[in-house]
């Protein structure tokens, strides 16, 4: 699947599951019990992977530090897709996380060809008006990735740890490729691991949801943020195979190999180029440890960044949404009655007539509307499990189903877009510049 998992191209994944064998994301099914007040991409199995996302769920639970971070690329109309993951950004904010949001800007320069302009202008008037629309908070961090000096001070230092064919290995680059598309890539890096670093708040669990095609940014940048570390943690076993951790110091100096045997004394014995710790089964105790210590000697001391994938919606006319097919999306900025319109035109899960509908039931598996519903309309689960169920037993058909979704996002765009004008207002306090 390797040539399919694009974050430029029109990824069709069939199989998600396959995900979980190619490329080790874990099934996130499992988690679901142990997530504080879960979300409904949560509950409805909307996410389907994730990596270390456990991280999360105990500094949630212990009301640790920790943060979400997630970008767009300012290229067309924000649509209910990017809506999935500003959705999850905003959750985890009220769940006591540190959000950023990075607009992608030198990627859409560099790998769709808009101008700086055109990024500026779709960057605020699509996606930020938007997202504080649906309720991000001012005591996150928005910003353009072109005016963060950060993020490319950061980028170039994460370039010295990866070559072009490392870079081609996982994103498919080959000699064609322009050389800013690479170093957007390495941006896309730096957005990741920058709520690690920023107002040197240090090192903390950082997730990003994303849908499973961005997925070669998480594995570069947990492979990045895993070598710009000064020391790496083994368990090995001696001769007598009794377990011991070895910190190995990679570029660290011998001050902080020092440091860290000091910190748990007797237990731990200092050889060139590493420190063996015996009688201490504690790795997170030892993790923190190595942290604090290369903070101490200029070090970053990244933790890999967590990630969760969620399911691809289809097109409102089956098949896969295009930005190059208005008809198969709704935009957060179409005019209501107009994506009213679209829903009525959609594909359903319906049968060929009402009378077979009724005999057979309907498909809502195979239903573009159901599956709105599932990922945006309807909060209540009792709500949609009726939906379901009266689709199924051939109760409820497929005219009314659409009325009523319609008259939904009616409902919905008519308000989001009321907020996206009071937001214009609320612009400087994230420390955004607007001009009409």
């Known amino acids: 699947m390797n040539n399919e998992i694009n974050p430029w191209g029109s990824t069709d994944i069939q199989d998600y599951s396959k995900l979980f064998q190619d490329f080790g994301i874990s099934p996130f099914e499992d988690l679901i019990p142990t997530v ?23 500094a949630i639970q212990n009301n640790e530090p920790f943060a979400v971070m997630s970008g767009f690329m300012p290229s067309g109309h924000v649509h209910l897709g990017h809506k999935m993951v500003m959705d999850q950004i905003i959750w985890h904010q009220k769940m006591g996380g540190d959000a950023f949001v990075g607009i992608a800007d030198r990627e859409a320069y560099s790998v769709r060809g808009s101008s700086w302009e055109m990024c500026k202008e779709i960057g605020i008037n699509e996606y930020i008006l938007s997202l504080i629309a649906l309720g991000f908070k001012p005591d996150g961090h928005i910003y353009f990735q072109s005016e963060s000096d950060k993020i490319m001070n950061l980028a170039f230092e994460l370039g010295v740890k990866v070559n072009f064919s490392e870079m081609g290995s996982i994103y498919g680059f080959s000699g064609n490729t322009n050389i800013s598309h690479t170093i957007s890539a390495l941006c896309q890096s730096a957005d990741i691991l920058n709520p690690q670093v920023e107002d040197n708040s240090g090192p903390k669990p950082t997730v990003i949801p994303v849908g499973a095609d961005q997925d070669p940014h998480i594995r570069l940048t947990r492979g990045l943020a895993n070598k710009m570390n000064l020391f790496r943690i083994e368990k090995r076993a001696d001769k007598s195979n009794i377990p011991y951790y070895s910190v190995r110091g990679k570029s660290a100096p011998n001050e902080a190999l020092l440091a860290i045997k000091q910190r748990f ?36 001391a990244f933790m890999p960044p967590v990630s969760t994938y969620h399911r691809f919606m289809t097109g409102l006319q089956g098949g896969k949404m295009s930005s190059s097919s208005p008809e198969s999306y709704i935009a957060l900025t179409d005019n209501p009655k107009d994506a009213a319109k679209k829903i009525m035109r959609s594909k359903t899960g319906g049968r060929i007539s009402s009378t077979e509908q009724r005999e057979l039931g309907g498909v809502p598996e195979n239903c573009s509307i159901f599956e709105i519903m599932l990922f945006h309309l309807v909060e209540d ?56």
């Open 36 to 58: 504080p007040k879960p979300n409904k991409y949560i509950r409805r199995n909307i996410i389907f992977g994730h990596r270390g996302y456990g991280k999360i769920i105990e």
């Open 265 to 300: 004394d007797n237990n731990a014995q200092l050889f060139e180029g590493h420190v063996d710790i015996y009688e201490f089964d504690d790795y997170e105790k030892i993790a923190q440890v190595v942290r604090e210590v290369e903070l101490k000697y200029g070090g970053y």
């Open 381 to 436: 689960d009792k709500e949609l499990k009726r939906i379901h169920q009266e689709c199924k037993n051939g109760e409820l058909l497929c005219g009314h189903c659409k009325k009523y979704a319609a008259e939904i996002m009616n409902q919905f765009l008519t308000s989001h877009q009321i907020e996206r004008e009071n937001a214009k207002s609320l612009l400087e306090e994230y420390g955004i510049s607007y001009k009409n």
